[in-house]
């Protein structure tokens, strides 16, 4: 579960200039819950993704992750925070080169320090979820498609199973065909695992797949609404 | 993030740029082979320069003469011009000072020598019946001077090979033939064996003829030019040397040390002399090999650097799925280290060939010691350490989101 609460964040700009990306946002997500958070650039959107992905901390306010508080660690702690809990799927997928697809799928899990034998084991069952075909997997990554990619990279992300999957823009990449498939896989691991998704992105199109949309703009939230979600024919996936 | 996970991580990271990594380590091939086969040179040196020392004849503690040296004047004089030792203070020497073996007392000159219509100028040799054992000198064909050649003053004479050969010819027998030196006709009776014409004054261009002789018929006086001692044993030599001064002090009836007709000489010394010079060559080739490990080292440190920038990405994503600094770290070290260690290796390899080679091909006598592969080792581990150092805190330190986000 997470809870966000006043959360502020403060850049600074040059010597003096101050840039308020997070103006004092707050909200809570709970487990099993498919979320989009939706806005232009600009909108804070990405800081927020950052500080819900334990990559940053806030300036103020506090933020919760299944109860603990994460908004002061250290770098370290954060690290520590995001292998157990987060799994991260970026817009340009982020996959090591030269590298197949099984490795890549388990690299979480070395920092994780989990044992040979059960990487391969866990990694192959998120490779499964995620809809990859089992040929695929002693695949260097750059041998596949963008929509295979995507999709090895929502592996990685669920490999170890965390409370959280952020969705960094995970379509930008792709055609829309591609696209919808994608986002097919994330509706299918919600219904069906029950995992909880963050998905950030600017498009209205792509926040309907989702089952509620937080809508982000100049640093506030101005729409907090749960909506019917457009759902991708399983078929297709 | 276990050993054998950083393990393969360094092996794909290598091999993904298989060129680049291998000139980056040829950096520190060149330097660690260059460690490894300068010091084995200057250590071969060493040990050449001691055994032609050696050959001289082991354990040698040598007198020659000087000029008595008053208070207020001083008679320059050459060394060889000083007659103040005789053929009687070598067998006081060897009467009389403990741990002496052998005692040869030698009176040598240049002349001109001729034999059947060649001449050649060598060193004219007067010695007694020790002199073959005191200096290593053995015979060839014929024989050595004896003690009645001596108390006939005999003109026989035995010559060393290079003289032969300048006199005789190449491999020539020369027993039995008659040479001139200076004038006076002397029986050959005897030729050395070759000592190799290394050292400080060659050994095998000289004529040997018994020291009566040499006094009566060549110098025309009773003098002698040094005195050759040989000791029992390494350890007894300063003690000798200091037994002979004394008493070559008493015989010469000089109170004051200082004002001494004659100078001792111990082969140890020079020897130590010699270490210490061939020392300060073998340090100074080695830091000059050290230098290039040196390069090598930066070399390693830009690629460390080249990989970093061009990994961000890479290393950003490392971090958003949970690796610490930590991790990082020794990734990236090991890359560093990895790279040098397998340079060693190339490198002590390469060198020992060089140093192998050095010796095959007859230059020099060159001994590749464990110490200097121990430290070739060490130093290429180090610099990895502390080349790779820089490049791996610089990845640990990158921010992930900033990194995720690198073009």
Known sequence: ?237 | MNFKDILHETYSALSANKVRSGLTMLGIVIGISSVIAMVSIGNGAQGSIKSSIQSAGSNLVTVTPGAQQGQGFQVSTGRGAARTLKPADAEAIAGEVASVKAVSAELTSRYQVAARGTNTNTSIVGVTTAYPDVRNVVIDEGSWITDQNLRNLSKVAVLGPTARNDLFGEGASATGQTIRINNVQFKVIGVTVSKGGTGFNNQDDMIFIPLTSAQKFLAGDTYVSSISVQVVDADSMKQVQQDITDLLLARHKISDPALADFSTFNQADLTAAISTVTQTFTILLGSVAGISLLVGGIGIMNMMLTTVTERTREIGLRKAVGAKRRDINRQFLAEAVALTFLGGVVGVILGWLISYGVTYFGILETQVTLSSVLLAFGVSAAIGIAFGYYPARRAAGLNPIDALRYE
């Open chain 1, 1 to 237: 579960m997470i809870e966000v609460k006043n959360v502020k964040k403060t850049y600074k700009v040059g010597e003096t200039e101050k840039l308020d990306a997070l103006k004092g946002v707050s909200f809570t997500i709970e487990d099993g819950e498919f979320v989009a958070i939706m806005g232009p650039s600009g909108s804070g959107k990405s800081t927020l993704m950052h500080i819900l992905g334990c990559l940053d901390i806030p300036t103020s306010g506090k933020y919760f992750l299944d109860g603990k508080d994460v908004s002061s660690l250290s770098d370290d702690e954060l690290a520590d925070i995001r292998k157990g809990k987060i799994g991260f799927v970026f817009q340009s997928f982020n996959l090591l080169p030269r590298t197949t697809v099984l490795r890549n799928t388990m690299l979480p899990l070395v920092y994780a320090g989990i044992d040979g034998k059960k990487r391969k084991e866990k990694a192959v069952a998120a490779l499964k979820a995620a809809g990859l075909d089992e040929l695929h997997f002693s695949h260097l990554s750059n041998q596949l498609s963008g929509g295979q990619i995507q999709r090895v990279a929502i592996s990685r992300a669920l490999v170890n199973y965390p409370s959280l999957i952020l969705a960094d823009e995970p379509t930008g990449n792709l055609d829309t065909k591609t696209g919808e498939i994608v986002l097919g896989t994330f509706q299918k691991l919600n219904e069906e695992q029950g995992r909880t998704i963050i998905l950030i992105t600017h498009e209205h199109d792509v926040a309907e797949h989702a089952k509620r949309t937080i809508s982000i703009r100049d640093g506030l939230i101005v729409e907090d609404k749960k909506h019917v979600q457009r759902k991708i024919s399983h078929q297709n996936i």
